[in-house]
């Protein structure tokens, strides 16, 4: 059993739909990571968390330490947030889960 | 634009060989971590770097070595290539030891015939 893992795999949208991508971990961390890859390889970081929620422009990251979960929402969903969503968790060494594919469709 | 640069973006190599990748991390941060990503799958860490000591370091054989400069760049060296190895390298700097935000490059694109 992986020690992150991430729900759905893969996610289709239509433009303007809420969104969720849900990550849970089994291991002690210091910090869990949400971060996005675009086609090409590219990663960039959207959030970093150790407790409560954030919020950036139509992204929202919540975190529950004791459930040892986190999600990630997106609102007014937009083709171009197609893209790969990473969650990762910060222990001696960072770990990644496999990644969600979202497509959002016009 | 994150700051931290790759290269080479893309290399070919044959089995047996060994290669060195290079990372420039984000000004002012002192810590690199560096990350093997086959395709389809998510990245793996392979080791991180701290003021140019090793502090961190995932499943991955001896072979896979790398250096910090003081000017906090690095360098990740691979000898006797496998045909596994074929995947993208990714670097990602972060300050405080790597408990700070993370800054990935666009990565090294390797692929072992």
């Known amino acids: 059993k992986n020690e992150v893992e991430q729900s759905p795999q893969n996610l289709t949208a239509q433009e303007g739909e809420f969104i969720t991508i849900n990550c849970s971990y089994s291991v002690g961390i210091s910090a869990l990571h949400w971060l996005q890859q675009h086609p090409g390889g590219g990663i960039v970081s959207l959030f970093m968390l150790s407790s409560g929620k954030k919020k950036h422009g139509r992204l929202i990251a919540t975190i529950n330490i004791q459930e040892k979960h986190s999600s990630l929402h997106i609102t007014a969903s937009h083709p171009r947030d197609s893209a790969v969503y990473i969650c990762?968790?910060?222990?001696?060494?960072?770990?990644f889960g496999t990644g969600t594919r979202l497509q959002v469709f016009p | 634009e994150t700051g931290v640069t790759q290269s080479p973006t893309h290399l070919i190599k044959t089995r047996g060989q060994q290669v060195t990748l290079r990372c420039s991390s984000q000004s002012g941060h002192n810590t690199v971590s560096w990350y093997q990503q086959a395709l389809g799958q998510g990245p793996q860490f392979i080791f991180q770097y701290y003021r140019e000591e090793e502090n961190g370091r995932g499943n991955f054989p001896p072979r896979f070595s790398g250096l910090q400069f003081p000017n906090y760049s690095s360098e990740l060296n691979v000898n006797a290539l496998e045909l596994d190895d074929s995947a993208l390298y990714l670097c990602a700097s972060s300050l405080t030891g790597g408990l700070g935000e993370l800054f990935f490059g666009e990565g090294s694109r390797l692929t072992v015939l």
């Open positions: 990762a968790v910060s222990t001696d060494k960072l770990i």
